[in-house]
């Protein structure tokens, strides 16, 4: 397997992602998306609207603010619960989180133990400082991780909102008006695409963890006296990893499932399963599967004093429905595809990206053999011309053949196309496979179709 400074280094190299502000030398657990990464993003969140929103007759789709009242977040329990356990080094000032201090040195779960148990076993276990190596840490105490957000010109008039730490909220507080502008019924579901945001530390994990990201989230309501939530949470679960091995390519050996316990589960959560998937680093929560009961719904329905209940148009009865929910990061699938893509041709001397066809950023490259032959130049255009209605196709013709294919094989451009002497007496290009690194000589004319075939 490929470390996780080999994909970092691809990524900046190729243009997939960069660390955030880094003319100026960086921000902290901030990343930016180039030209490669910003198309995979894209039909990555093209796909999961698609395969969970769009084809779903029980689905709609919402796209609530970032910034949202701080009376959200006090009825959803993250202004008092949403919080670190950290701690910092006295010798360094290194700063760092608990519970990923203690997993990392005694690969223990620890995450929902109270702060002075995290402390005794920091203490006990003469866990070092991983800057320093020093022993001498300050006591757990906790960190809330919202972002604070003043609204207003002066700042002692100001309100106070939040960046939101999930898009999930802003289905909850919609519920009431998706209910009233639509004709949807019991069982449904609501699925946002955004971004969140969460002012915590992170492990120095590329994209996995960073304080803003974005996730896709699904709210699925139902009422339990008619719909078993235990069957419904399964059916999720298999959705989930099918999505990500027959539509994003990743191998299945490189997936697993891991049940959160009673003090792990997050304070509104009935049941936690994490899909999860064996990064560089270990295996790691991809897609978070809970049941949230009722949890959200009621809490505002209490803060608000807005009726967020549901009239079952069978028997006029009043329900408060339960949930569950499916959610996922984004960038986490983007580091998963490039992680599982990853391969190292030894045989070629070369690195190659083997996405599915249906992700790579460019379906197809064009080349002229030669940069200086006008005849070559002008078919090579003319090929790439006729397929930009069908295709994302990428024009190079820069340096020898040999170093153009291998440029593209980094950038996971499943073929491509050169245009050669050959070309011009008989209209036959050389349609060169990504994987194989095998040619093969075929007309013009049934470029379009052969590529189809790949989509």
């Known amino acids: 397997m490929a470390s996780l400074a080999d994909i970092t280094s691809l990524a900046k190299r190729r243009g997939f992602f960069y660390p955030g502000s880094d003319i100026y030398g960086g921000l902290a657990n901030t990343w930016d998306y180039g030209p490669l990464g910003a198309e995979l993003k894209k039909k990555i969140k093209d796909l999961w609207w698609e395969q969970f929103i769009t084809r779903q007759s029980d689905m709609v789709g919402i796209d609530s603010a970032i910034i949202s009242s701080a009376k959200i977040w006090e009825a959803s329990g993250h202004v008092a619960n949403f919080a670190d356990a950290m701690v910092d080094c006295k010798t360094c000032h290194t700063r760092t989180r608990a519970d990923h201090l203690i997993e990392d040195?005694?690969?223990i779960k620890v995450e929902g133990k109270p702060l002075t148990e995290l402390s005794?076993?920091?203490k006990d276990n003469h866990i070092p400082c991983?800057?320093?190596?020093?022993?001498?840490?300050?006591?757990?105490?906790?960190f809330n991780q919202l972002f604070p957000v003043h609204l207003g010109i002066l700042a002692e008039t100001a309100d106070l909102a939040y960046l939101r730490g999930e898009t999930a909220q802003g289905i909850?507080?919609?519920?009431?008006?998706?209910?009233?502008?639509?004709?949807v019924r019991l069982?449904?579901?609501?699925?946002?695409?955004?971004?969140?945001?969460?002012?915590?530390?992170?492990?120095?994990?590329?994209?996995?963890?960073?304080?803003?990201?974005?996730?896709?989230?699904?709210?699925?309501?139902f009422n339990p006296k008619e719909t078993a939530w235990q069957e419904l949470f399964e059916s999720w679960l298999t959705r989930m990893q099918t999505f990500v091995t027959d539509k994003l390519g990743v191998k299945p050996a490189n997936l697993r499932t891991r049940e959160h316990d009673e003090v792990e589960r997050s304070f509104y959560s009935q049941r936690t399963v994490d899909l999860e998937y064996h990064y560089p680093f270990g295996f790691a929560e991809l897609w978070g599967l809970a049941y949230r009961s009722d949890y959200d719904l009621s809490q505002h329905a209490k803060f608000s004093g807005q009726d967020l209940s549901y009239l079952d148009p069978t028997n006029n009865q009043k329900i408060v429905p339960h949930v569950i929910e499916p959610a996922v990061g984004i960038d986490r699938l983007v580091?998963?595809?490039l992680c599982d893509a990853y391969h190292e041709d030894k045989e070629h001397n070369r690195i190659v990206l083997k996405l599915k066809p249906a992700l790579a950023p460019y379906t197809v490259a064009v080349f002229p053999l030669l940069k200086n032959n006008p005849e070559l130049v002008n078919q090579a255009k003319a090929v790439y011309e006729s397929l930009q209605s069908k295709f994302r196709v990428a024009w190079d013709d820069r340096g020898n053949i040999g170093k153009r294919y291998y440029y593209q094989d980094e950038m996971g451009t499943p073929f491509c196309i050169t245009?050669?002497?050959?070309?011009?007496?008989?209209?036959?290009?050389?349609?060169?496979?990504?994987?194989?690194?095998?040619?093969?000589?075929?007309?013009?004319?049934?470029?379009?179709?052969?590529?189809?075939?790949?989509?």
């Open 335 to 337: 580091l998963m595809v």
């Open 105 to 107: 040195f005694l690969k």
């Open 172 to 183: 909850f507080t919609n519920f009431k008006n998706i209910l009233d502008s639509t004709r």
């Open 130 to 142: 991983p800057s320093c190596g020093g022993q001498d840490w300050t006591p757990a105490r906790s």
């Open 120 to 122: 005794e076993l920091i």
């Open 187 to 221: 069982p449904f579901g609501v699925g946002q695409l955004g971004k969140s945001f969460r002012n915590e530390i992170t492990k120095g994990q590329a994209i996995f963890r960073t304080v803003e990201f974005e996730q896709g989230e699904i709210e699925y309501f």
């Open 419 to 455: 245009i050669d002497h050959q070309t011009l007496e008989d209209q036959t290009v050389t349609l060169r496979d990504r994987d194989t690194a095998v040619q093969t000589r075929l007309p013009i004319s049934s470029l379009s179709a052969q590529l189809e075939k790949t989509l």
